[in-house]
């Protein structure tokens, strides 16, 4: 084996997954010296051609993942008559799952990256809830896909994190009467707005539950029922100067509630 080892990754993508594989492999040879050059979206026998002349020019192997089989045969053949190595990386493992699945692959490239593209989307989507619970900071609501509107304990945080795991960005902002909303709550699209309203006596003994979780007695004002009318009053005079859905939580699950929230956003969002 020469000096310093050259692999050339061949993808129908953008060959990430093949260079992780090399890289496994070539770490056990020559002190893990090498080089590697990725070839991506090679979806033609002309750039197969390339592939081949310049593994074989250099001494190197060509490492392929390509979901089409008909190139994957056809890159076996130009390596098989020009001397040169190539690993199929995901030729084997994919004849083997249709095997045993007893169905045929979609054969389309750059599948996991879209899987992983998903994943970060809803990660960032988490950490947005996250930032922008509870009011903390105005700037989210901009920047928002939804924005929950509602006095305390109408379930808005865990709302948010789970219309996150639905991959959508979703601040939450609490409305108190001593405190003003924040402006940027009436410069939005008010169809990103939605207000959870809830029935009095419901948000009576879920904070009196409250209370007595913390080691408290009920008979706070937080719990009190002419304080939380007060607060509702306010809570309909807001969602009222914003013009935005208003969805009742008073008898509804969490994911009760946030199908009915998808359906607003889904429907609203198809209009737009």
Same mark, same amino acid.
């Given at each position: 084996m020469c000096a310093k080892p050259i692999a050339y990754v061949l993808?129908?993508?953008?060959? %990430?997954? +093949? =260079? $992780?594989?090399? /890289? +496994?492999? $070539?770490?056990?040879?020559? !002190?893990? %010296?090498? /080089?590697?050059?990725?070839?991506?979206? +090679?979806? *033609? /026998?002309?750039?197969? *051609?390339? +592939?081949?002349? $310049?593994? /074989? =020019? !250099? %001494?190197?192997?060509?490492?392929?993942?390509?979901?089409?089989? %008909?190139l994957r045969a056809y890159i076996n053949e130009q390596a098989d008559k020009n001397g040169v190595e190539a690993i199929d990386i995901m030729g084997p493992m994919m004849r083997a799952m249709e095997r045993a699945f007893g169905t045929k692959p979609r054969l389309k490239p750059g599948l996991v990256h879209k899987l992983d593209e998903d994943y970060f989307k809803k990660v960032e989507a988490i950490e947005f809830a996250v930032k922008y619970d509870d009011g903390r900071d105005p700037r989210g609501i901009s920047r928002a896909d939804i924005i929950l509107i509602g006095v305390s304990r109408t379930s808005k945080t865990p709302l948010s994190q789970y219309l996150a795991l639905k991959r959508l960005k979703v601040a939450n902002v609490p409305i108190l009467p001593e405190v003003d909303p924040p402006e940027e709550l009436f410069m939005v699209d008010p169809r990103k707005c939605i207000g959870l309203q809830i029935s009095p006596e419901k948000l009576n003994d879920i904070r009196k539950e409250r209370l007595k979780s913390l080691g408290l007695g009920d008979q706070a004002t937080y719990a009190n029922l002419q304080r939380i009318h007060q607060e509702l009053d306010y809570f309909h005079k807001v969602v009222k100067k914003i013009g935005c859905k208003v969805v009742d939580v008073s008898n509804k699950a969490v994911e009760e509630t946030a199908n009915v929230i998808l359906q607003v956003y889904q429907k609203q969002a198809g209009g737009k």
């Open positions: 993808s129908d993508s953008i060959g %990430e997954t +093949a =260079e $992780l594989v090399i /890289k +496994a492999g $070539l770490s056990q040879y020559n !002190n893990g %010296e090498y /080089k590697i050059q990725r070839i991506p979206y +090679a979806e *033609d /026998k002309s750039t197969v *051609d390339e +592939a081949i002349m $310049l593994a /074989k =020019e !250099n %001494e190197g192997i060509i490492g392929f993942t390509i979901v089409d089989p %008909e």
